[in-house]
Structure formats: structure tokens, C-alpha cells
């Protein structure tokens, strides 16, 4: 199982982006899905997750400005981020528990980041 998450770039303070992270590979089923972020110099925090369809959870430096959602029949998440600000810059990783067809039991997969970069 792989996920590649895409998205990321440069943007000015007030602007937005929208992250995608599909996974692939042999899967029966995804449980919570999440997006993580790390600064330089800083830890990897929990940005948002989505379980199921419809519950969400935000950190809340970004409630209000960022919304998750996913995509079950294209095993993808997605974060709308708006309203953008410097202090969001940090790469951005996605996370899924995920049920294989070789497994019996749900892991956790990582993607590679994606640099999100607010500056004007």
C-alpha cells in the first residue's frame, strides 16, 4: 500500500490550496484518514482526521479555515485549506488506517509530504 499526497505549493497569506492523498494497493477497507503537518524545526502535528464519512476533528489553529473530506470509492482525502496564513507553512502528511487484503487487522500508512509554503 502507497499513498501519494499532492497539492502543495506556494501561496499568498489569504489564499488556498487543496491537498489530495489517494491510496493504492490492495486494500479492503480505510477506517480514519489524516492529514499531519511539521515545521521546521518543530514536531509533527496533528492537523485533521475523518472517520467513516462524516465525523471530522480540526486542531484548532486551522478550525474554521481548513475542511477535510474523503472519497471512498477513490480511497482519497482531500484538505481544503483557505484563508491561509505564514504560519501554516510546514510540510504536510497524510496518514490512513488502513485494512488490507493480506491483513487481518487495520495499519497505519504514511504518505510522503507535500510542502505548503504562505508567504507573500
Known amino acids: 500500500v502507497q499513498l501519494q499526497a499532492s497539492g502543495g505549493g506556494l501561496v499568498q497569506p489569504g489564499g488556498s490550496l487543496r491537498l489530495s492523498c489517494a491510496a493504492q494497493g490492495s486494500i479492503r477497507s480505510i477506517s480514519t484518514m489524516y492529514w499531519y503537518r511539521q515545521a521546521p524545526g518543530k514536531q509533527r502535528d496533528l492537523v485533521a482526521f475523518?472517520?467513516?464519512?462524516?465525523?471530522?476533528n480540526y486542531a484548532d489553529s486551522v478550525k474554521g479555515r481548513f475542511t477535510i473530506s474523503r472519497d471512498d470509492a477513490k480511497n482519497t482525502v482531500y484538505l481544503q485549506m483557505n484563508s491561509l496564513k505564514p504560519e501554516d507553512t510546514a510540510v504536510y502528511y497524510c496518514?490512513?488506517?488502513?485494512?488490507?487484503?493480506?491483513?487481518?487487522?487495520?495499519?497505519?500508512?504514511w504518505g510522503k509530504g507535500t510542502q505548503v509554503t504562505v508567504s507573500s
Open positions: 475523518v472517520i467513516g464519512g462524516s465525523t471530522t
Open positions: 496518514k490512513a488506517s488502513i485494512w488490507t487484503k493480506s491483513s487481518s487487522i487495520y495499519v497505519e500508512y
